[in-house]
């Protein structure tokens, strides 16, 4: 069983935003408000690391993830003090399918891809899961999680026959 999963964002809104917080805000004080499952699977809130972070607003391109979450035109509310930097500096996502190549190595060494960028962008989806299946097959390892498909918009094993999670969170397109 894996003990700790790590996780690649797509997209930095408030979703996003309320998980970073979250996890830290457990990882500070323990405390579980808001946490509806604090453990799924074997894995607890506190077992989840970021290893990257894609946006396309250029003022979260190059800015460390914590810091991101709390730009423009993000709005969720500050759960507590300030956060600790997470290491994980916000990469510049896609822009067309001919950038998969560039973002599928960023990819290497995550286990779980977050796709929490706006809605109603098919295609967009689509090149991020191609990239995070290229970026699989490039890692040195492979990962031992039991991967699945959730949400709108998924690809995952049965259809493309390879390990990878790739999940869409409902985003209003007002955030990135």
């Known amino acids: 069983m894996i003990e700790r999963a790590k996780v690649a964002v797509v997209g930095v809104g408030n979703t996003i935003s309320a998980l970073v917080q979250g996890i830290a805000l457990y990882r500070s004080t323990g405390s579980l408000a808001g946490i509806r499952r604090p453990v799924l699977d074997g894995l607890g809130v506190g077992d989840i ?3 990257a972070a894609f946006a396309v607003s250029p003022d979260k391109i190059g800015t460390d993830l914590a810091e991101a979450i709390f730009l423009p035109p993000n709005n969720f509310p500050r759960l507590a003090g300030e956060l600790p930097l997470s290491g994980v500096a916000v990469q510049r996502g896609l822009t067309d399918a001919t950038e998969v190549e560039r973002v599928a190595g960023q990819f290497a060494g995550a286990e779980v891809v ?63």
């Open 114 to 176: 977050l796709y929490a960028a706006p809605s109603g962008r098919p295609e967009t989806a689509r090149a991020y899961a191609e990239a995070a299946l290229r970026g699989e097959r490039r890692s040195s390892t492979p990962h031992p999680m039991r991967w699945r498909a959730t949400g709108s918009g998924w690809i995952g094993t049965q259809r493309l026959g390879c390990p990878c999670w790739v999940t869409t969170w409902p985003a209003s397109s007002a955030h990135q």
């Open 49 to 51: 690391d970021f290893v």
